[in-house]
Each structure stands twice: as structure tokens, then as C-alpha cells.
């Protein structure tokens, strides 16, 4: 049974005062940070770019940090935020040109290689990459906003997802994204995700510890 893994999107924090922030959801509990990368492009969102990463490394964050990449192409910013301190990189397979190659460079780079499907995103892309795969996203909303509601159906492709990887017999992360909720993150466990990643859940919340540990109370049931 894999550790539950609680990685807040810094999507939804005080971008102000980004480094405090950040310090103040890992104190509070959370294990990973996650960085929802827009490019305007692949998404129709910006967001934020590399020197992100690199600020909040000079900062002194140590947690690892998950890149969720929804831009066009990849591999450029592949690079570039495993050059400024990323730990795990995912993308979606749409948004590369060559999928097995994109995911080696994450590897040849020193990080963790996951791909992330969006809801309507087949699984056909594991067919001949789940010997690469550290994670695996299984987006629960469409890309590109905070703030969105669970869409139910991520629950059944969870469960195809779970087999596939159990079937491969290899160590492979489930993580889930957008809509995670206290009232929900039970029964995206129970479907099988153990990473969960909740951007208004927990920043919009005054107290980031009280939330963490409800959820944490909801996965521990
Ligand atoms: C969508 C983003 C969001 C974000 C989480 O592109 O990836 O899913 O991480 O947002 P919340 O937790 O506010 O739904
Ligand atoms: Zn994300």
C-alpha cells in the first residue's frame, strides 16, 4: 500500500507573497509541492515559467516539487525546469511530438517522468511507456483553471488506470487533479489515486493545517 501524498497547487496560492506561502502549506502538512505551468498555448491560461522554481529553491524549499506541464511544445521547458530544481515532470501526451522521447529527457535530466491525461485523453498513450513512468495524472477537471468541479467519471478511469499499472507490476504513482476536496478524496483513494493534488481546497481555506489534516483524517477511513 503506497503513502498518501498531499501536493497543493501553488496555482491557488498568494502570489505575493509566494515563498511564505509555500513554507507556511509544507509546515502545515502538505508533502509536495505542485506547479500547474499554463502556457496560453497548449491551455488558455498563463501561469508562471522556470525562475518560479529557481525563486523558491533560492528561497530554501527543499519539499520535492511536481511540474505539471500544460504547454506546447514540452521539451524546451523540460529542461528548463529540471535546470531550476524541479523533482517530478509530467506533461500530456497531446502536447509532444515524440512522447517516449520527451519522457527520457525528463530521465536523462535527473527527474521523475509522468504523463497526465485529460478527461477525454485515451490510455492508449501507456500502451508502450509504463517501463518509463515514475507517475501517472489523471486530470478530474479540464486544464486550465483553479477552482473547477470534480468531474465523476475520472472514478471509473481511475480504476482502468489502477489495474494497468497493477498489471505492469511496476511502482507507478496515481495522482489525481482538479475538484479534490475533503468530501471527496476518499473515494478518489478508494478508486485508487495516492497522490492528490488541491489547489482551492487548500489555499482558499484560513487555516491550512485544520484542512490538510481533514483530508488526511478522509484518507486514513
Ligand atoms: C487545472 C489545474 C487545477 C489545479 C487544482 O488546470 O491543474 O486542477 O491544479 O485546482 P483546484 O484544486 O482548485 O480544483
Ligand atoms: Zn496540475
Partial sequence: ??????????LSADFARLGEDVEKVLA????VVHFDVMDNHY????????????????YGITAPIDVHLMVSPVDDLIEQFADAGASMISFHPEASQHVDRSLQLIIDKGCQP??????????????YVMDKLHHILLMSVNPGFGGQSFIPNTLDKLREVKQRIEESGRNIRLEVDGGV???NIAAIADAGADMFVAGSAIFNQPDYATVIQQMRNELAS
Avoid: E, Q, W, Y
Fill in 181 to 183: 476536496k475533503v468530501d
Fill in 28 to 31: 502545515a502538512g502538505a508533502d
Fill in 1 to 10: 500500500m503506497k503513502d498518501f501524498l498531499i501536493a497543493p497547487s501553488i
Fill in 43 to 58: 491551455v488558455p491560461n498563463l501561469t508562471f515559467g522556470p525562475m518560479i522554481c529557481k525563486a523558491l529553491r533560492d
Fill in 114 to 127: 509522468g504523463l497526465v491525461f485529460n478527461p477525454a485523453t485515451s490510455l492508449s498513450h501507456l500502451d
